[in-house]
């Protein structure tokens, strides 16, 4: 069992190695086809999402002659391979928040289904994509620029990350009172963890990524954050970790702790632990990694430990 379980870990780490970072997103399908038609040729799960229909504006004429519109790439797509084949975009083809359909060079047309949204219902009523982009807000923070799930990146660490959608408001902190620093693409914040550590955080589509960024050997084995839920219930189960609800639903995730080397050669997973320090409300989250790992002349730095939190979805594409 012990052998198995190293060799999937092993395959799991080498999938991620192979798999373009952009993706916390998950294509659940993708075809080329006559759009009309296209439900014949994906998965189930894939069905399921192509029935929901968008409650929004998108703005479109549903005329086949004007449906297809200048090309803006989502953020989501614009790291992925083959994107360079689009020429256009036939918002009028996608008929919910989890689809993209684009033009290729050939005429054909391409129709990309995720397993979450990729876009969002904005105050309006309109149908908008959604970006990663972090902006700031009138407090001098950081917050998410387009999405209906909101984190907000405080302007000292110890102040905390919180992750705002529908009745989850989940804050992430530590006891570090570095001020947040905006990278000039406007994707990541960071704060100076010690003077050979950083913990930089971006955007998911549904949440946010932590990356604390070791740029040297430093001994240190652990790190401590304090998480406020708001009500909601931290369970550890089959080895991953959600926060649930009274009722038992999952409402949002905290993903594995994967560490990845400067040269992705060595990558591993760490291992996270928690105490409960009042239930439904505050835990103590330690991420843990082999001191052996961190000296070992394989593992090259710098180094990224690397956990997620994220709202929990369905593959209707409704939010938990």
Not at 94 to 119: A, C, H, I, R, W
Not at 146 to 153: D, E, G, V
Not at 189 to 194: G, K, N, P, R
Not at 298 to 304: F, L
């Amino acid at each position: 069992m012990k052998v198995t379980k190293k060799l999937l870990s092993l395959l799991l780490v080498l999938v991620l190695m192979c798999t373009s970072m952009a993706g916390y997103s998950t294509v659940i399908a993708e075809a080329q086809a006559n759009v009309n038609q296209i439900s014949d040729t994906v998965t189930n799960d894939a069905k399921n999402v192509l029935n929901q229909d968008v409650n929004g504006n998108t703005n479109l004429d549903k005329k086949d002659n004007v449906i297809f519109e200048e090309l803006r790439l989502p953020d989501i797509v614009k790291k992925e391979a083959g994107s360079s084949q689009y020429i256009s975009r036939a918002k009028s083809k996608e008929k919910n928040l989890n689809t993209f359909v684009f033009k290729n060079k050939d005429g054909t047309q391409t129709m990309k289904v995720y397993s979450y949204p990729v876009k969002y219902i904005d105050e309006k009523g309109n149908v908008q994509d959604i970006s990663t982009d972090i902006k700031v807000n009138e407090n001098g923070s950081f917050e998410t620029k387009a999405n209906s799930i909101k984190t907000t990146f405080s302007k000292r660490l110890k102040e905390g990350i919180t992750l705002t959608h529908n009745n989850v408001n989940i804050r992430l902190a530590t006891d570090k009172t570095s001020e947040a620093i905006i990278s000039q693409d406007k994707k990541t914040v960071s704060y100076v963890y010690d003077n050979k550590t950083t913990i930089e955080y971006s955007l998911t589509y549904t949440g946010f990524k932590e990356d604390i960024v070791v740029n040297e050997y430093t001994g240190q084995t652990e790190y401590e954050f304090t998480l406020y839920t708001n009500g909601l219930t931290l369970v550890k189960e089959y080895g991953s970790y959600f926060l649930k609800d009274s009722s038992g639903n999952i409402k949002a995730t905290l993903g594995d702790i994967i560490i990845f080397t400067a040269d992705e050669k060595n990558n591993t997973f760490g291992d996270m632990t928690h105490e409960t320090i009042t239930p439904n409300q505050e835990y103590v989250i330690t991420i843990h990694v082999d001191s052996e790992y961190l000296k070992d002349p394989k593992t090259k730095y710098p180094i990224r430990i690397d956990p997620t939190i994220e709202i929990n979805y369905d593959n209707n594409g409704a939010g938990a």
